[in-house]
C-alpha cells in the first residue's frame, strides 16, 4: 500500500512529473533489453539476424497492441473509481478484469500462433531469413500468458498510483534477459530461437513481480468481498458527498454487479482496435520496406530498435497521465485535470526536444554501434538508420503531444476517439507507404512516421477541447446507481 498515491491532491506537475519518472527508467530498461536484445543478435548471428527481427516488428506489436489496449482499457475503470472512493465497486472491477484478461490472454495466444504463416507470406519476408522470422515469432507468441500477465499487474498497480512497482520488474527483468540473451545466444549458438526464449523469460519475472506486489494491496487480495464493509472508504477526496459517486449496483457482499463486463469490455475494445489499427498500417509498411533489400530493412530495424528510447518518456507521461485524469475525473475536479493537462504539455516538449537533440548529434555513432562492419551493405544499412533517426528526433514533439493528448481522453473514458485517431494514423501511415513511396522511395516511410502521428494529434486535440469547454459535460461519468456507464 506504500507505493499507491492519491493524485487528486497536490501540485499536478508535480504529481505527473514524480509518478512518471518510475515509468521513464522502466522504459530505459525496457529499450536497455530491447537494444541489447538487437545488439547481441547483429554481432552474434549476423546483420541477416537482425533484418529478420525487423521484417515482423509490427506484427510483433499487433498482439502486443492488444495485449495492451486489454489491460489499460480495464485499468481506465480502476482509477476512476479509486479517484471515487467507491472501493467495493474498484474490487469488482479488478476481479472481473482478471477473469476477462485470463481469457482474452489464451484465445490470443491461439489465434496468434496459427497466423504466423500466413501472416509471413503477406509481408512478404525475404525466403533468406524467414525461417529466423518464423522461429522469433513462433517462440514470442507462446510467451503471450506472460506478456498478458505483466501488462495486467503493472496496468492495475498503475491505476492506483504505483508507478515503482512496475518500474523494480521491470529493472529485474532487463537485466535477467540481458544475461541470458548472452548465454543462448553468444554462448549456446541459439540465434535468434535464444533471444526470443530469453524475452518471454523475462516478461515471465516482470509479470511474477508486479503479481506478489498486488497482494500486499488489500483491494487485489484474493477472497470474497466481506459482508457490511462500507462501500466508500475516502480513498477520493470527497467520496460520498457527490451523487455521481454514489456506490456501484450489487450489495456489499456480492461479487456481482450487472453491466460490469459491458463497461470493462466498451473501454478495452476501442483500444484494442485504436492499437489493432496501427499495428495493420505498420505492417502494410513493412510490406513496403520489405521490398527494399536486406540493407534497407536492417537501417530501418537499427532505428525502429530505438523507437522505444525515443518515446519512452513520452510514454511515461502518457501512463502519467491516464492515471491522473482517470481518479480526478472521477472525483470530479475538472479544475485539476486541464492544469495537469497543460503541465504535462510543456513537460512533454522540454524532454522531447533533449532527446531529439541527442539523437541529431549522435545519430552517426548509434548507427555504428547497431551496424558495426565496413563493408557496402553495412554502410548503407548505416545511412539509411541515421536519416530516420535524423527525421524522428527533429519531429520528435509531435510524438510526445500524441501520447500526453491521447491518454488524458483516455482517463475520461473516452476510448471512442482515441480509437478514431488510430484511424488517422492508418490512413496517413499507409498512404504514405503505398503511393508517396513511388516517388520517394524508402524516405517517404520515415515521413511516413511523423504524419501519421500527425494526423492523430489533429483528431485527438479536436475532441479534447470539446471536453474542455464543455466543462466535463461531454465525457460519460462514472456510473452510479444502476446505471450502466463509465
Request: with cysteine; aromatic share 8%; charged share 15%.
Amino acid at each position: 500500500m506504500k507505493n499507491v498515491k492519491d493524485m487528486t491532491k497536490g501540485s499536478p506537475a508535480g504529481l505527473i512529473f514524480t509518478f512518471a519518472i518510475p515509468l521513464m527508467l522502466g522504459n530505459l530498461f525496457q529499450q536497455l533489453y530491447t537494444v541489447a536484445d538487437s545488439l547481441i543478435v547483429s554481432r552474434g548471428v549476423g546483420v541477416d539476424a537482425l533484418a529478420s527481427l525487423g521484417s515482423i516488428d509490427w506484427y510483433l506489436y499487433l498482439v502486443l497492441g492488444t495485449i495492451q489496449g486489454i489491460t489499460q482499457g480495464f485499468a481506465i475503470l480502476i482509477a476512476q473509481r479509486f479517484g471515487a472512493g467507491d472501493r467495493q465497486g474498484l474490487k469488482r472491477a479488478y476481479r472481473q478484469s482478471m477473469l476477462l484478461s485470463a481469457g482474452l490472454g489464451l484465445l490470443l495466444t491461439l489465434c496468434a500462433l496459427l497466423s504466423v504463416p500466413p501472416v509471413l507470406n503477406l509481408l512478404q519476408v525475404p525466403e533468406g531469413i524467414r525461417p529466423m522470422s518464423r522461429t522469433y515469432a513462433v517462440i514470442l507468441f507462446l510467451g503471450v500468458p506472460a506478456q498478458m500477465l505483466f501488462n495486467f499487474t503493472a496496468s492495475m498497480l498503475r491505476a492506483l498510483g504505483d508507478s515503482r512497482t512496475p518500474l523494480q520488474a521491470m529493472t529485474a527483468a532487463s537485466l535477467f534477459n540481458i544475461g541470458m540473451d548472452l548465454v543462448f545466444v553468444m554462448v549456446f549458438r541459439l540465434g535468434v530461437a535464444g533471444a526470443a526464449a530469453a524475452t518471454v523469460m523475462a516478461q515471465l519475472l516482470s509479470g511474477l513481480w508486479c503479481l506478489r506486489a498486488m497482494f500486499s494491496v488489500e483491494e487485489f487480495r484474493p477472497g470474497r468481498l466481506k459482508a457490511g464493509e462500507p462501500k466508500e472508504t475516502g480513498s477520493g477526496p470527497a467520496a460520498g458527498t457527490d451523487p455521481r459517486k454514489a456506490p456501484h449496483n450489487g450489495p456489499a457482499d456480492s461479487d456481482k454487479e450487472p453491466g460490469l463486463n459491458g463497461k470493462l469490455l466498451r473501454l478495452c475494445t476501442p483500444l484494442v482496435l485504436q492499437n489493432v489499427l496501427i499495428s495493420v498500417g505498420g505492417m502494410i509498411v513493412i510490406h513496403v520496406v520489405n521490398g527494399f533489400g536486406v540493407s534497407f530493412i536492417a537501417g530501418y530495424t537499427a532505428t525502429n530498435k530505438l523507437y522505444g528510447a525515443l518515446e519512452g518518456a513520452g510514454i511515461a507521461y502518457g501512463y502519467a497521465m491516464v492515471t491522473y485524469t482517470g481518479q480526478n475525473y472521477g472525483a470530479g475536479r475538472w479544475d485539476r485535470i486541464r492544469a495537469g493537462y497543460k503541465a504535462a504539455m510543456l513537460i512533454g516538449a522540454g524532454t522531447s526536444f533533449v532527446i531529439g537533440a541527442a539523437m541529431v548529434l549522435f545519430g552517426h555513432q548509434i548507427g555504428a554501434a547497431f551496424l558495426p562492419g565496413s563493408t557496402a551493405r553495412v554502410l548503407e544499412a548505416r545511412q539509411t538508420a541515421y536519416q530516420y533517426l535524423l527525421i524522428m528526433g527533429i519531429c520528435l514533439p509531435i510524438l510526445y503531444v500524441l501520447h500526453v493528448t491521447r491518454s488524458t481522453l483516455q482517463g475520461l473514458g473516452d476510448t471512442v476517439m482515441t480509437m478514431v485517431s488510430g484511424i488517422a494514423e492508418f490512413l496517413m501511415r499507409t498512404f504514405m507507404a503505398l503511393f508517396i513511396s513511388r516517388y520517394l522511395g524508402g524516405t517517404s516511410i520515415m515521413y511516413g512516421e511523423v504524419a501519421a502521428w500527425l494526423g492523430a494529434d489533429l483528431v485527438l486535440a479536436g475532441s479534447l477541447i470539446r471536453h474542455f469547454r464543455g466543462g466535463g459535460e461531454t465525457a460519460e461519468r462514472p456510473s452510479s446507481g444502476g446505471e450502466d456507464s463509465v
